[in-house]
């Protein structure tokens, strides 16, 4: 388990590393690369999985890592998807790539985490795992594509309109992008943070009903209820809607880490 966690550990970076050195040198051999690196390591990543399940790992209902896992691998084969016949698409590994290596690198992370006990198990816990997992994996994504967006917006504004330009999609067609993928993450994330509250709720009707954490989850949520509402309402977009959707995603990412180094371990 160990060297198979290493081995896909080492492709998703010689992936993230080849779609970077595209990124900065535009070498078609190094994004055609990059992504067969990052297919390879999705296959062994799928491997990985398979080989925790049959542990009786569950990765909707054990503990934090294995979902983490599940997002990571889900994250490469959306960017594979995303960019699948889409030359001017490619460069998007350059952004999304190390998300789904830090997710996999997260999921290794297994310090002082416990696998939730039987005795905090419920209906409600898988549904709020696969919830929070397919909204995350969404927004990863639109992450990735807010921040290329930010990076294309710079040099146009200040009028760089090299090579790294020609690279990089152009405005309307990134903006676009994140906002569908936002659109398709949001949903699950509100199920995500609606079932999380009320399992909590259920696990010690004493306790508070959200923690620092969850707190910290429902501004993630709000903002990303913002950026979209605003789009919908006012025609938000452009510039302000990719630092929302990129701040979005580090708010979730911090409930992540919240989860990661609590001690209970729980979901």
Not at 43 to 69: K, M, T, Y
Not at 140 to 148: E, I, N, P, Q, S
Not at 194 to 221: E, H, K, N
Not at 245 to 267: H, P, Q
């Amino acid at each position: 388990m160990a060297a198979l966690f290493t081995l896909t550990a080492a492709l998703y970076v010689a992936a993230a590393a080849l779609y970077l050195d595209f990124l900065g040198r535009g070498r078609e051999r190094s994004a055609g690369a990059g992504a067969a690196l990052l297919g390879l390591g999705a296959a062994l990543h799928f491997a990985f999985l398979l080989a925790e399940g049959l542990r009786g790992a569950s990765p909707v209902g054990a503990d934090i890592q294995q979902a983490l896992s599940v997002a990571s691998w889900l994250v490469a084969l959306g960017l594979l998807a995303t960019t699948r016949g889409k030359p001017r698409l490619r460069v998007l590994g350059a952004f999304v790539t190390p998300v789904t290596l830090l997710l996999f690198l997260g999921a290794g992370f297994r310090r002082g985490v416990a696998v939730v006990g039987e005795e905090m198990r419920s209906a409600l816990l898988p549904v709020h795992v696969a919830a929070n997992v397919l909204g995350l994996v969404a927004f990863a994504l639109a992450f990735g594509v807010a921040v290329a967006y930010l990076v294309q917006e710079r040099q146009l504004r200040r009028k760089q309109l090299g090579a790294l330009f020609q690279r990089l999609p152009p405005l309307d067609v990134l903006d676009a992008l994140s906002f569908r993928l936002v659109a398709t993450g949001f949903p699950m994330f509100t199920l995500g943070v609606v079932t999380g509250t009320v399992w909590a709720v259920q696990r010690d009707p004493s306790a508070p009903a959200i923690d620092a954490t969850q707190t910290v989850g429902l501004l993630a949520w709000a903002t990303f209820a913002m950026v979209l509402l605003l789009r919908v309402v006012v025609g938000f977009r452009g510039r302000r809607a990719a630092f929302g959707t990129a701040l979005g995603f580090l708010g979730a990412c911090a409930v992540l880490v919240g989860y990661v180094v609590r001690k209970d371990g729980g979901s």
